[in-house]
């Protein structure tokens, strides 16, 4: 490890040399040592076209070469509303209100703030959220608050705020009680908002898939149900779409798969294919239009240095434009994988195994307890780059969340090899 550089989620003592990558093409990365092994984890899930995409890097130069930054307040440029145009013209029914910021952490502090301010500024004082166990929703204060308790907030509970948690109704193939999961959820929810009705700011959400929390999976009709219920009881339904959107689901967004609109979203991971931090968060019209007002107290007091950047709006263009032409791909993804993962189901050892859209996730059975800390991480991530993967499980859940452009071909090399690791140093039957 270089003596100068703290790598993020990574203990100093315990973990490998960081593996230095020299260039990007694709689905592969090239190591220094002239190896090269595919991304099968599209780079902690945002390089969505793979690496070094022409279109984006020269969409970038060109911006580069025109105006590199400009302040965002009472100053505006075109490449930010190209982005905000397009993104209100793919999102569902009237998010068309689109919040500039730079990272998913701090699209979900604008959500959250937004989401509280929106009640102050009705004159109704509501500053509860109803969040999920499991979830993660980055690793700011407000995001960490949201988030499940877990070891990587643990030393700082004592300045997270309070959040009702309730169970995220994961299910898998062949899971028979999903249905029985998703109404004892709505039940509790109902439960909370009828005990407290005007003290719930909004729920919050990673609709149909928790991403960091282990790949756990629902079904569209409990986001279905779950609108209802926000309906009915007339509080903000936030969406966390950081890693759901632009395309992962099989759709270009979870709400559009499950056609549910929620109240506000957050979306970043992929917004740029990649290239570089940026993200939003989309608000409905009525949630917009509390905050229009000559009253200073309902403005929303909120930004960063960087907000829309151009250049990183610039590759926000021309990475939705890619996705555009992806659609078909997209759609087709999830057969590829369900056809390819058949081989996998001889082992025992491997379990819920699950699917939606471009993702595949299964859990490994192990000695240890499931989690995060399941040792099998450590041995995977040991071993991959000598299979010609990159691959970084969750603990002993395993996941793949590669690239659109991945070939058919490409994809059955990714499966054979990991099986391969998997018979050799994991040694499952
Ligand atoms: C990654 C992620 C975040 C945090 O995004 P950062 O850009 O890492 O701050 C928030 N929510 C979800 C669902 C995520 O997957």
């Known amino acids: 490890m270089h003596p100068n550089v703290w790598h993020p989620f990574t203990s100093i003592k ?6 230095k990558v020299t260039s990007g093409d694709g689905i592969m990365l090239t190591i220094e040592d002239g190896r090269e092994v595919i991304d099968c984890i599209s780079s902690w899930w945002v390089n969505i076209h793979g690496h070094s995409h022409p279109e984006i890097s020269k969409a970038i130069s060109d911006q580069a070469q025109k105006l590199e930054h400009v302040i965002f307040s009472n100053f505006t440029h075109q490449p930010a509303e190209d982005v905000a145009e397009v993104l209100a013209d793919l999102l569902p029914g009237d998010l068309n209100r689109v919040f500039f910021s730079d990272n998913g952490s701090t699209a979900v502090e ?24 499991g979830a993660y929703h980055g690793d700011t204060f407000g995001a960490m608050s949201a988030g499940s308790r877990t ?28 249905g029985d999961k998703e109404d004892a959820v709505i039940e509790k929810i109902e439960q909370l908002l009828t005990d407290s009705p005007d003290q719930y700011a909004g729920i919050i959400l990673e609709p149909l898939i928790q991403g960091a929390g282990g790949m756990n999976m629902c079904r569209e009709e409990f986001l279905q149900k779950l609108h209802w219920v926000n309906r009915q009881y007339d509080t903000l339904l936030i969406f966390d779409e950081v890693m759901t959107g632009f395309g992962r689901t099989g759709e270009f967004f979870a709400c559009k798969k499950a056609q549910v609109q929620p109240d506000i979203i957050c979306l970043a991971k992929g917004l740029t294919g990649g290239f570089l931090p940026l993200s939003v968060t989309v608000c409905s019209d009525r949630i917009y239009e509390t ?3 000559d009253d200073p107290l309902k403005t929303f007091w909120h930004g960063h240095s960087y ?9 926000a263009v021309a ?10 791909r997209i759609q087709s993804l999830e057969s590829v994988h369900r056809d390819k993962m058949s081989r996998f189901e001889k082992y025992n050892d491997v379990k819920n195994i699950r699917f939606k859209g471009t993702i595949v996730a299964f859990d490994l059975e192990t000695d240890q307890a499931d989690g995060y800390l399941n040792p099998v991480s450590n041995t995977i991530k040991k071993h991959c780059v000598d299979y010609g993967l990159l691959i970084r499980p969750l603990g002993n859940t395993i996941y793949l969340m590669l690239p659109y452009c991945a070939t058919d071909e490409e994809l059955e090399t990714v499966y054979s090899q990991l099986e391969k690791l998997l018979l050799d140093k994991l040694s499952i039957s």
């Open 14 to 19: 315990s973990s490998l040399d960081p593996v």
């Open 110 to 133: 604008v959500a959250l703030k937004v989401a509280i301010q929106y009640w102050q500024n009705r004159g109704e004082k509501r500053q509860k959220f109803i969040a999920f166990e």
């Open 151 to 178: 070891i990587f907030s643990d030393v700082f509970s004592n300045h997270l705020f309070d959040v009702d948690f309730v169970d995220y109704p994961s299910t898998w193939e062949g899971d028979k009680s999903v």
């Open 291 to 293: 905050f229009n007002s």
């Open 307 to 315: 907000t829309a950047n151009p250049l990183g709006c610039a590759a």
């Open 319 to 328: 990475s939705l434009k890619i996705l555009k032409n992806s659609e078909k």
